[in-house]
């Protein structure tokens, strides 16, 4: 997941992706679909390691590789395919002995997730995967990037959603979890009075806004929530609703009147649509307009461009994980 950065670096970095033409950049050819443009993106960047790297010429990256796989999958790619599997050798390969990737409860929880998706979350290196991310859950209910230091919205957030999926698939229902159910304490303690919420709770303030609100709305989801009958995920998804930008896109937050508003950015877009469809809002007209921004917004080779900041990506750039979470996230809303 990116990086957190100084306020002020980050508005720089927007502004420039909107001085670039975040929004629009070169004309996408016009056949095939957005998605299937988006998948053969995905596709084509494998390295012949059999992972993939955020930008082209960079060493492949676990964080990568599982996205690229995940979007893979959802593109039609056979499980038992050479790309998947090599995608897969990779993956397991930089697995740790205690189970985690990285030290990362982001990239662990993800691997999860695909390791689910794959059909493989009752082997061995799922179940250790999923030990480790249970046992360095903060006292809070949080989960922190790494172990034992502050809990972070987002990072809880997609720890939730992997435990409850592989939950989902065993004996014990995961709404159930004494672990997400602290989780989810956790997040409407920390809930803005607008709806929304930050990547780091005890801050003031951070930029984080749409992200982090995305992904505490699938945590809150995975611990069992209902939009219908949950005040906190209603206030959330008209905060996101509010959020959206009359391109269909989704800035990092809305900027105070008086202030530039930042450019929407096509992964928050994706970030946005996974949280609808995690409340079974699919054909909504705040869907079918975030669609048509993604449609408008695919650079000519396929992939999209994004202006978030990353340690990995030091400019606005057409990048794999953007584009891998694109796919997923028309993925889940027009399955």
């Known amino acids: 997941m990116p ?34 443009r988006a998948v053969a993106y995905v596709r084509a960047t494998q390295q012949a390691d059999g992972g993939w790297a955020m930008l082209k010429n960079q060493p492949s990256d676990v964080e990568d590789t599982i996205w690229a796989t995940w979007a893979l999958l959802d593109g039609g790619e056979k499980a038992t395919s050479e790309r998947v599997q090599k995608g897969l050798k990779f993956v397991l390969d930089k697995q740790d002995a205690a189970g985690h990737w990285n030290n990362n409860t982001s990239h662990t929880a993800f691997a999860i997730l695909l390791l689910h998706k794959l059909g493989k979350d009752k082997e061995e290196a799922a179940s250790k995967a999923v030990a480790w991310l249970k046992s360095v859950q903060n006292p809070d209910g949080s989960w922190p990037k790494t172990p034992k230091v502050e809990g972070l919205t987002i990072y809880t957030g997609v720890s939730m959603v992997a435990l409850a999926t592989v939950g989902a698939s065993s004996a014990a229902p995961s709404a159930g979890d004494p672990a997400l159910a602290k989780a989810a304490s956790w997040l409407r303690q920390w809930q803005r009075p607008e709806g929304y919420w930050i990547m780091t709770p005890s801050q003031g303030d951070d930029p984080w806004h749409t992200m982090a609100t995305a992904w505490a709305i699938q945590g809150l989801v995975a611990a069992g929530a209902k939009p219908e009958a949950d005040q906190s995920l209603q206030r959330a998804l008209d905060w996101l609703r509010q959020t959206q930008a009359a391109d269909g896109g989704f800035p990092l937050y809305i900027a105070p009147a008086g202030q530039t508003q930042l450019p929407s950015d096509p992964e928050l877009a994706a970030y946005a649509l996974l949280a ?3 409340v079974g809002q699919k054909n909504t007209a705040a869907v079918e307009k975030a669609i048509a921004y993604l449609d408008g917004s695919q650079n000519s080779d396929g992939g999209f461009l994004s202006a978030l900041p990353n340690s990995k990506m030091p400019e606005p750039s057409v990048n794999l994980q953007t584009t891998a979470f694109v796919v997923m996230a028309l993925k889940a809303v027009r399955p």
């Not at 306020?7 to 016009?30: D, N």
């Open 3 to 36: 990086l957190r950065r100084p306020l002020a670096i980050l508005l720089a970095i927007s502004l420039l992706g909107a001085a670039c033409g975040l929004a629009r950049p070169t004309a996408a050819p016009l056949s095939g679909s957005t998605f299937e």
């Open 276 to 278: 609808f469809a995690a």
